[in-house]
């Protein structure tokens, strides 16, 4: 799994380079990327025409530990990948809403469309920072909604933890991406995706399968 997205990811990269110059990849956190940024830190590109964003952000500093900016400098800001571009989310502001039009500012600077976007997906159908019955979900999935990112605040539960506030790239910014990896690992989220797809459609990684074109990598 982590093969064939690595190659994937860095011909998705390097077709953006030979078209305009440069690249923008958005990344998520969490423990199911690392093995692949591991393996991209080694990948010969050239990084310095590279931006590396986020796909979506817990509204926490960046010495909190859930701080998806931290981690992926921490594992993708290495060896030859440390020659790109990083850029986070997070700014001074208290909460994402206050933030977004900043925010929306930042990533206005990246390359866009996105070469690729890297996708998560939780136990509950959420991808980004898209959750089910989030204050702010509808505005972040409009198809009309041409904004790079949204500010929402998910309703709590075990998959969200304590860290309600987030930003989140918008549904039409991952769509217009030229790759869009979904990479989920074991039977659990397996069984949620096919579920979402068939039958559970109104869960946010559903509804983002019918407006993207999404390769999904899975590994058990």
Not at 182 to 190: F, H
Request: charged share 25%; glycine share 4%; net charge negative.
């Amino acid at each position: 799994m982590v093969d064939a997205l690595e190659e994937d990811t860095s011909e998705a990269l390097m077709r953006a380079i030979k078209k305009q110059g440069r690249a923008a990849w958005a990344v998520s956190g969490g423990s199911t990327p690392k093995p692949l940024f591991e393996a991209m830190a080694e990948a010969p590109l050239a990084w310095e025409d590279i931006q590396v964003a986020l796909v979506d952000e817990r509204w926490v500093e960046t010495d909190h530990p859930r701080s998806n900016e931290t981690f992926m400098r921490n594992a993708l800001a290495q060896k030859l990948a440390a020659e790109a571009h990083f850029l986070g989310m997070k700014t001074k502001h208290a909460n994402p809403f206050d933030a977004v039009a900043d925010v929306n500012k930042r990533y206005s600077g990246l390359s866009l469309p996105f070469a690729s976007v890297l996708l998560g997906m939780g136990p509950d159908g959420h991808t980004a920072s898209l959750f089910p019955e989030a204050e702010g979900l509808e505005d972040a999935m409009a198809t009309t909604n041409m904004s790079p990112c949204a500010a929402l605040k998910a309703k709590r539960s075990d998959v969200t933890g304590d860290e309600l506030d987030r930003m989140s790239l918008t549904a039409a910014t991952i769509a217009a991406a030229q790759h869009v990896a979904l990479m989920i690992t074991g039977l659990e989220k397996k069984q949620v995706l096919e579920r979402a797809l068939a039958t559970d459609t109104h869960l946010p990684i559903a509804r983002l399968a019918q407006m993207a074109d999404i390769t999904v990598y899975w590994a058990p």
